[in-house]
């Protein structure tokens, strides 16, 4: 942080600076310059100049509130985080706060110096990591514009030299789709990675400032709804994580089907138990396995996390006290897995795009995810040598078929 901090607070109220002046000034080893909008408009003005770290916005601004005056001055290109002063603590405030842009939002009347520095720290910090995040994604374009700048010259110079000129266009044709194809998938990749980060970083941030107003016995039951929603953001971001490595080591070719012999059935029972522990209330996975025969000859870890994928999809897309049908069968030719829910199925016009990098259907646009599942379950189930079939309908539910030769 800063050495000297510019703190601009908008607020129409008089009282309400001076009692927040009063709570800056009490806040130790920080050296902090507080200046003041009491209008909507006149804080737009200000805001143009970009001359603070931080902007404090009251939710209340006369004909206007703080929200609107978050959009606008983000749309308008401001980079400084906002927190949300607001009357009241709900969770609605909360993520209608966050979805506007708001790193944080403080109760007023309960604001100490305390939560305060914390939060003006936190939200300089978070502001600063989304902004690296940014300059990536700008030095990233520069070097796709480079590389196309050189393969323009070479498409030049060959037409110069007027040898196997057909060949060689078509040649650099492909070159210059594949740079188009990369420079998408990386404005996608930021895209994502920005917005799914932000999303539970931003949960972690509200709950952990919020926990520290907890403090009593009897406020027990709050506090650990925050601890839960610190541990769900965190598990969010493990599986994104783990996503995007997993594209990686594919794409590097760094993943080897490595089979071992093994008792699918037992294995199956291990799947299905440790999900247990993410699985909606009321839902419940059925597990039943057909064929005299349970000992395979598969790689086990890639096995484990298609299954875990196709499980936790099922579960996620699907309502509370759903069940889940998992399937395992084997005969003297073929291994078959299958995987069905009663979730809300995947549109006709979607179907098609299904295990495209990044792609999502138009009905889970609200549902946190990446994209890159399927994507991955499919890769994994190519290098297996297997194959994946699956049937979907609309509101009534999905189901995916994998088969692999007994003898791969």
């Known amino acids: 942080m800063p050495d000297r901090i510019k703190i601009l607070l908008v607020d129409d109220d008089e009282d309400d600076f001076i009692i927040t002046r009063d709570i800056i000034q009490d806040i130790p080893g920080r050296n902090y310059l507080l200046d003041w909008a009491s209008s909507f408009d006149e804080a737009l003005r200000l805001i143009e100049h970009k001359q603070h770290d931080v902007y404090l916005v009251d939710f209340r601004l006369g004909a206007h509130d703080g929200l609107e005056l978050i959009s606008t001055a983000i749309e308008q290109g401001c980079t400084s985080p906002f927190i949300l002063l607001t009357g009241q603590s709900?969770?609605?405030?909360?993520e209608k706060a966050m979805r506007v842009g708001a790193?944080?939002?403080?109760?007023?009347?309960?604001?100490n110096p305390f939560d305060l520095e914390r939060a003006i720290r936190y939200s300089i910090d978070h502001a600063k990591s989304l902004?690296?995040?940014?300059?990536?994604?700008?030095?990233?374009?520069?070097?796709?514009?480079?590389?196309?700048?050189?393969l323009a010259a070479a498409i030049r110079k060959l037409e110069r030299t007027n040898k196997s000129l057909y060949e060689a266009e078509?040649?650099?044709?492909?070159?210059?789709?594949k740079e188009k194809e990369l420079n998408e998938l990386k404005s996608r990749f930021v895209t994502i990675a920005s917005h799914e980060f932000r999303t539970p970083l931003s949960t972690v941030l509200s709950s952990a400032s919020l926990i520290g107003k907890y403090k009593k016995t009897e406020e027990d039951e709050k506090r650990q709804k925050h601890v839960d929603r610190i541990k769900s953001s965190v598990s969010n971001l493990t599986t994104i994580l783990n996503d995007f490595l997993s594209i990686s080591r594919i794409e590097e070719g760094m993943i080897y089907n490595v089979?071992?012999?093994?008792d699918l059935q037992a294995f199956a029972e291990e799947v299905k138990d440790e999900l247990q522990g993410f699985l909606k209330e009321g839902q419940d996975i059925v597990y039943k396995h057909t064929g005299e025969q349970t000992v395979v000859n598969l790689d086990k870890q890639l096995l484990k996390n298609i299954l875990l994928n196709l499980l936790s999809n099922a579960s996620k897309y699907s309502s509370e006290g759903k069940q889940i049908f998992f399937d395992t069968s084997t005969t003297a030719d073929a291994i078959k897995i299958t995987v069905q829910d009663q979730g809300i199925g995947i549109p006709k016009a979607d179907q098609a795009h299904l295990f495209t990098p990044f792609f999502r259907a138009q009905n889970v646009t609200n549902i946190q995810g990446t994209g890159l599942g399927l994507n991955i379950v499919k890769k994994y189930i190519d290098i297996m040598n297997g194959s994946l079939f699956y049937e979907s309908e609309l509101?009534?539910?999905?189901?995916?078929?994998?088969?692999?030769?007994?003898?791969?």
């Open 395 to 408: 509101d009534k539910g999905s189901s995916f078929t994998i088969t692999f030769p007994q003898k791969a």
């Open 131 to 150: 902004a690296e995040i940014q300059q990536l994604n700008a030095q990233l374009e520069q070097r796709v514009e480079e590389r196309t700048q050189e």
């Open 90 to 94: 709900d969770r609605e405030t909360d």
């Open 170 to 177: 078509q040649e650099v044709r492909k070159a210059l789709q």
């Open 103 to 111: 790193m944080d939002y403080l109760v007023k009347g309960n604001i």
């Open 259 to 262: 089979p071992t012999t093994f």
